[in-house]
């Protein structure tokens, strides 16, 4: 007979809440627990009493005060149920542990106590009162129905099995009572093998879908909430993976798992020593925590590379520091944030070793994890600078300002600038093949050089196209010869000063010709006073 259970509430309606409330059974009123403890004190049961009384009038006294408290322990458990159809839980809570401690081998108040936990979010406690229900009465089909639901809610599927195979036992008809929780059990089943196989894979992202989907039938489970934020790490959500360990941390401290994970938040946030620690805490607590050991071990490792390649950078050994950083950087490319240091450290090596299209590669990799990572920034745009890419380097130069408004920044992109406006226009060293640092000698002796490689008169049998090109070379020697000639025009000229309104109009490129080779006779015949070209030169 299930009598007392409570009628009017099914516990199909019980809504599966995911916050744990701590909440203790209520002591209750000195006249209960006076009856109790004065039926407690003199026997168990009326017949016990009987039995060992040799007192009718002591018969009579027992048998009144375990009456009234089971009299008080029925009034308790009626003002629940009424407190439990209107929704009123924590109210309904007192009067079911009353109840329960009047008369504690009571299976239904144990069954209406542990329906009254599953409303208010605590699943273990209702579990607890679920299970002592059906060892007190092991045919109490309805404990068993809530052991199932508590066991699905806390993801614990061997209970939730046990106790679906318990019940249809003792109710081989009652098959559709358990119906939800026997669809949810199998769901969980898939869940769990499609999830193993989707971490195996190193998809974490399918992995944590099937985690929230399993949530969704146990979401009190700790072994889904910190496999979901396992692969919330894994994914680089750190902040949220880091919120559900702390919490789960907050009431049960020595939880592996959760550890487990607090320590790879650390890790993947670049806080390697501190990881480390976590993982091994969490290995001392569980030493066959199989990630545990697998993380502990890519984290000493990566450590112990990235600082062997530091030593070996600041004993100018860029050599052997290059090779251990590239080491380092195959070691976990989901840690983010160490990799990008690490792609800036060896960016440095590059530059010493002279590679800037590689310390480039490797700023830009940096770069692709934190676009703010200002030394990496700072760095291209140097490179870029080496490199004579005066447009990406002041690109770089302008973001850095953005990040961190510095004179020195901003110093760097004012010459930067000037050189992108030098480098568009002609360079006059160039065309004279001698570098910026060229004495007046050395000018003059590349000027004589070239001026006679391309006077036009020299080409006068080449093609039409060929004679042009020609003409243009000679027009550019000579403009850069006018230039660097004159200390004036050179200053002006390396200080990135605009020399096109101040050169003066009808320049003639063959007279600067025969004036510098004072020599009115063309040295190619034909090059006389008259131009037998028919060409001048003007700069524009």
Not at 63 to 83: F, P, Q
Not at 88 to 107: F, G, I
Not at 111 to 117: D, E, P, Q, V
Not at 174 to 192: F, H
Request: proline share 2%.
């Amino acid at each position: 007979m299930e009598t007392d259970e409570i009628i009017d509430v099914d516990d199909s309606d019980i809504e599966f809440v995911q916050e744990y409330h701590d909440l203790e059974p209520e002591i209750a009123s000195p006249s209960i627990n006076k009856a109790k403890v004065k039926a407690e004190q003199k026997m168990k049961s009326p017949i016990l009493i009987r039995a060992q009384s040799t007192s009718s009038e002591m018969d009579v006294d027992v048998e009144d005060d375990v009456l009234k408290a089971s009299t008080i322990a029925e009034e308790r458990k009626n003002e629940g149920n009424n407190l439990y159809k209107a929704r009123e839980y924590k109210l309904a809570l007192r009067c079911y542990s009353d109840a329960v401690q009047l008369c504690p081998n009571n299976a239904s108040y144990l069954g209406n106590r542990a329906a009254c936990y599953m409303m208010v979010g605590n699943y273990q406690e209702a579990l607890r009162d679920a299970r002592r229900s059906i060892i007190i009465d092991p045919s109490f089909e309805k404990g068993y129905i809530r052991v199932a639901k508590c066991c699905l809610t806390l993801g614990d599927l061997v209970g939730a099995e046990q106790a679906v195979k318990k019940f249809l036992e003792i109710s081989p008809s009652g098959e559709a009572s358990i119906k939800s929780e026997i669809e949810n059990l199998k769901a969980l089943r898939t869940l769990e093998d499609k999830s193993k196989d989707s971490y195996d894979k190193q998809e974490y992202r399918t992995c944590l879908y099937q985690m929230d989907n399993a949530l969704k039938i146990s979401p009190a489970s700790r072994k889904y909430q910190l496999l979901r934020a396992e692969c919330l790490a894994l994914l680089g959500r750190l902040d949220e993976a880091n919120d559900i360990a702390i919490t789960i941390m907050q009431v049960d401290s020595s939880n592996a798992d959760a550890i487990f994970v607090r320590g790879l938040t650390l890790y993947y946030g670049d806080n390697l020593d501190k990881g480390i620690l976590h993982f091994e805490r969490s290995l001392t607590l569980d030493p066959d925590h199989k990630h545990a050991k697998i993380w502990r071990s890519k984290a000493k490792s990566l450590r112990d590379k990235k600082e062997k390649g530091n030593e070996l950078f600041k004993n100018f050994k860029y050599r052997d520091a290059l090779a251990m950083y590239s080491e380092a950087l195959q070691i976990d490319p989901l840690n983010k944030d160490t990799n990008s240091k690490l792609y800036y450290n060896r960016a440095l090596v590059n530059t010493k070793l002279g590679k800037l299209s590689d310390a480039v590669v490797d700023c830009t990799e940096a770069l692709k994890i934190n676009k703010t990572y200002l030394k990496a920034l700072l760095k291209r745009a140097k490179c870029y600078y080496d490199m004579e890419k005066f447009e990406e380097s002041v690109t770089d130069y302008e973001a850095a300002l953005k990040i961190e408004k510095t004179y020195e920044i901003k110093n760097l992109l004012r010459d930067a600038k000037l050189q992108l406006k030098k480098s568009k226009r002609k360079d006059y060293y160039k065309i004279l093949g001698i570098s910026k640092n060229a004495s007046d000698d050395e000018i003059k002796k590349a000027y004589r050089k070239r001026a006679l490689i391309h006077h036009p008169d020299r080409h006068s049998n080449a093609t039409e196209a060929e004679k042009k090109e020609q003409e243009v070379k000679f027009k550019e020697i000579g403009e850069a010869y006018a230039i660097l000639s004159d200390p004036n025009k050179k200053a002006r000229f390396d200080s990135g000063q605009d020399l096109d309104d101040n050169m003066s109009d009808g320049f003639d490129a063959s007279n600067l010709y025969r004036q510098f080779f004072f020599d009115s006779s063309p040295p190619f015949g034909g090059f006389g006073g008259g131009n037998s070209s028919g060409f001048s030169f003007n700069f524009g």
